[in-house]
C-alpha cells in the first residue's frame, strides 16, 4: 500500500511539472550549448507520468485478494452452483467405514451442487486452502461413509446432487475451492469459508480398540 502511494504521488508531481512546463510556452532554453524545446520536454514528461500512472494502477489492482463467500450461500462458478451447508469436525469416521482414523482431523463438508446450464457436467474434486494458500486435497477412499458424494460426480442440465465430502487437516480457518471443471484452461473458481467448530471431549467418539486399528 505504501508503494503504491509513493508511486501514485510521483505521478502528481511529474504531471505537475509538464503542467509548469507548458505554462512557459515554447520559448527555446540553453542548457551547456544544447538547444532544447519546451514543447518536447513537456511530450517527454507526460509520457512518463502515464507510465507510472498505468503502474500505480497494476499495482493496486494485483493487492487485491479474492472475494471469501460465507456458507449458506448460493455460489456460481461456470454451469455450476455451490451451496456449502455445514462443516462437522471428527476424529474418526464411524459411519460404515471401519476404523478410519486421520492424521489430523476429519473436516467434513456437507453441500449442494446444481447444473444450471444446458450440458451435462463432471464435477471435480475439491480442495481446502489455508491462510497461507497450501492446498489440501478431499479423500478419495471414503467407500461406505454415508452420504459421501463419491468420485464420479456427473450432473444432468438441472440436476442438482447433496452429500459430504471429507479433508484431512488440523483444525483451523480454512477455504473452500470451488470449481466449475477440471480442465485448467476453462476452469473457474470461488472461496467459501469454513470455520473451525471442534466438539467439546464428551461429544467425541470413545477411540477404537488397537485391534480395530489394523
Do not use: H
Request: aromatic content about 6%; charged content about 20%; hydrophobic content about 40%.
Amino acid at each position: 500500500m505504501k508503494d503504491t502511494r509513493k508511486t501514485e504521488l510521483l505521478a502528481a508531481n511529474l504531471t505537475g511539472v509538464s503542467l509548469g512546463i507548458q505554462w512557459r510556452g515554447e520559448r527555446p532554453l540553453r542548457r551547456e550549448g544544447v538547444l532544447m524545446n519546451s514543447s518536447r520536454i513537456v511530450s517527454a514528461v507526460t509520457g512518463i507520468a502515464a507510465v507510472v500512472f498505468l503502474f500505480a494502477g497494476c499495482s493496486s489492482g494485483g493487492a487485491g485478494r479474492e472475494t471469501v463467500r460465507p456458507m449458506g450461500d448460493a455460489v456460481p462458478v461456470g454451469a455450476l452452483i455451490y451451496t456449502v451447508l455445514d462443516v462437522e469436525w471428527k476424529n474418526d469416521l464411524s459411519s460404515g467405514v471401519a476404523a478410519k482414523l486421520p492424521q489430523n482431523r476429519f473436516a467434513i463438508v456437507r453441500l449442494s451442487i446444481n447444473n444450471a446450464g444446458s450440458q451435462e457436467v463432471s464435477v471435480p474434486l475439491l480442495n481446502l486452502e489455508d491462510a497461507g494458500g497450501k492446498s489440501y486435497p478431499e479423500l478419495t477412499e471414503l467407500e461406505g461413509f454415508a452420504d459421501w458424494l463419491g468420485l464420479l460426480r456427473v450432473l444432468n442440465p438441472g440436476e442438482s446432487q447433496q452429500g459430504q465430502i471429507v479433508f484431512d487437516v488440523a483444525p483451523g480457518e480454512y477455504r473452500l475451492r470451488v470449481s466449475s471443471s477440471g480442465d485448467p484452461e476453462k476452469n473457474e473458481t470461488a472461496l467459501v469459508g469454513i470455520p473451525v467448530s471442534i466438539p467439546r471431549a464428551s461429544e467425541l467418539p470413545a477411540p477404537a480398540p488397537p485391534a480395530a486399528r489394523q
